[in-house]
């Protein structure tokens, strides 16, 4: 499997601006809650109708993390939210939308954009804690955030950009 890279802020926004709405909005909450996309994508719309902090179980970890949305993203999530899921599948309405879908979305602009970096899903939770990296410049702060054990992994991600800058 290939490594994900991290996204200068022009990249990020070609690629963001050519996504499918649903797509767009999906890596916009992880960008914004540094959730990985599979826990974006089984967001449940009555736990976001209820409020805007609410509890969320990693798939991966099983960790519970508190996620915050602002007013608008919120708003812009209701409007499009399923029956059940937030990012419905297309064609399942009780279903959600799957990562392998945006990742094709991610992957299409990528090639039409002739970005070099190798992008995915993943590179959305890269590029939010850079910027955490950035705002708070505590590794530590970062680690938290992302829920990791502890900061092997979390400096790959918050020192990326730096890594990039360097090689």
Known sequence: MATVNYLFKQQLELVLASLMPA???ACEVALHTGLRISDVLVLKTDDVRRSSRFWVKETKTGKAKLVGLPAPLRRRLLDQAGKTYVFAARLDENGHRTRQAVWADIDRAQRAFRIPQNIGTHSMR?????????????????????NHSNTTVTKIYALADELVKRG
């Open 126 to 146: 890269k590029d939010y804690a850079v910027e955490l990296m950035r705002k708070y410049g505590s590794l530590e702060k970062v680690r938290r955030a992302l």
């Open 23 to 25: 797509n767009r909005l």
